[in-house]
């Protein structure tokens, strides 16, 4: 495999933060998967090792990463630590731990 010249993250993680704005504004869902393809594809990229990149090099990108990191541990721990649940319960404990809104 050629080396491939390494991209600037900073531009990189501008265009992902432009296209997450774009879908917030839309009132539509921020994925990092879906992020991540959107940007490669503003980019003119499959991938984002085409760029000499990985996610965590990205600053937009790895903070996505982890802040559905945190929300995947909070909805385990949330069914884990109760018998019966509801979606709107955990909807309630979503928001009121980290402060996500719909």
């Keep these: 495999k050629s080396a491939v010249a390494r991209a600037d993250p900073k531009v990189v993680s501008k265009h992902a933060k432009t296209l997450r704005k774009r879908l917030c504004e839309k009132g539509e869902a921020v994925r990092l ?11 003119g990229v499959r991938y984002l090792d085409e760029l000499g990149l990985r996610i965590q090099d ?3 990108l790895r903070a996505l990463r982890h802040l559905e990191g945190l929300v ?4 385990s721990a949330f069914v884990e630590s109760r018998f019966v649940a509801t979606l709107f319960d955990l909807e309630a404990e979503l928001v009121s731990v980290h402060g996500l809104r719909e």
């Design 33 to 43: 998967l879906e992020l991540l393809d959107q940007t490669c594809l503003a980019l």
């Design 58 to 60: 990205v600053d937009e």
């Design 72 to 75: 995947e541990l909070q909805i």
